[in-house]
């Protein structure tokens, strides 16, 4: 709770930090005044001076430059006076850290170096001597000394903060690719049971007065496609509030399922060959590529009667073939469907090619099985 109060309240602090010097520099310089070999306490004048110079930080952060400049010819103004020393130096130190922070060390580097040149030549004419004592030597390890450190810190926040983005970055294209993941389920699940759910409607819509029997067929396909399309989605959302990816993953050993739903749908199914074992990533998407060719061809297929079902192994390869005798086919406007299946087999580096051929429409899907050659 405090540390959240701290950063809705930035004030909190600059006014702090501000105070901290504020009581530092007045104390020092008076306990300076009052210990020194000559006593000479701190006047009201280099009371307010000092005051005024480190009350200079609150806005630091907004004018870094200029009060960098302003507080410098301050300190080296009041060194010149004839009040007692003191801690001064630590404004302007404050105000080039702030400066080098936000602007970089060219610019404080570039900004130090003319103050002190300007430093140099008001030591020339007050004193009328060109000799380089003492205290601009260390003027010049000063400077250089915060700029550094600004600048290293400088560097670790931004290599902080370009980690901190990029994990950020990780974490919504995460979410993202498992939004895109559950969207691909749902629709495929949806979009299945719902097709064959419309042609056994029909179907039963159709026949109803003729042949109750097969009327009743047709709702009894319904309630099972219902049952099995109601399983799949609370398993979705299961996976959903609980957070863990545990949904029961789809496969090709239940191909044979997929296909009697397909011929319940009034579809001749012809299936050649066998997909063998697959890892289970391949195995899924594979069994979702042929769902949604089968839904397609019920949805949107032109009296489409028979559908070639086709698995075949290359090395490294499974490649799955669905095509149709729908006529009078074309070339359809990609959508949740044909996206979703390019989406699983790029996701394992494979491809999927869908379009018209002479007889109807073909889905070709050619997804990679590691570990084979």
Known sequence: MHYWWRAQNPWFGRVFRTLVVLVFVLGASSAAGRWQHAAHPLSP????????????LLVVHRYPLPLFVLTAASAYAYYLSSEPGGPVIIVPTVALFVLTRQKGPVVAGSTGGVVLVAAYFTHVVVAQTFAVNAWAMFSVVWMAAVIGIATALRFQFAAVAARREQADEHRHRMAEQERLRIAREVHDVVAHSL???NVQAATAAHVADRRPEQAKEALLNIKSASASALNDLRATLAVLRSGENRAPAPSLKQVDELLDHARTAGLEIELHGEPGELPAPVDGAAYRILQESLTNVVR?????QRVEVRFARKPGTLVLTV???????VQPTPGHGLRGMRERAAALGGTVEAGVIEAGFEVRAQLPVEGEK
Do not use: E, K, S
Request: proline share 0%; charged share 20%; net charge negative.
């Open 45 to 56: 004048l280099g009371f307010g001076w000092l005051a005024a110079t480190v009350l200079t």
């Open 195 to 197: 097709a064959m759910i």
């Open 300 to 304: 949107h297929a032109d009296h489409a």
């Open 323 to 329: 095509r149709d005798d729908g006529r009078g086919t």
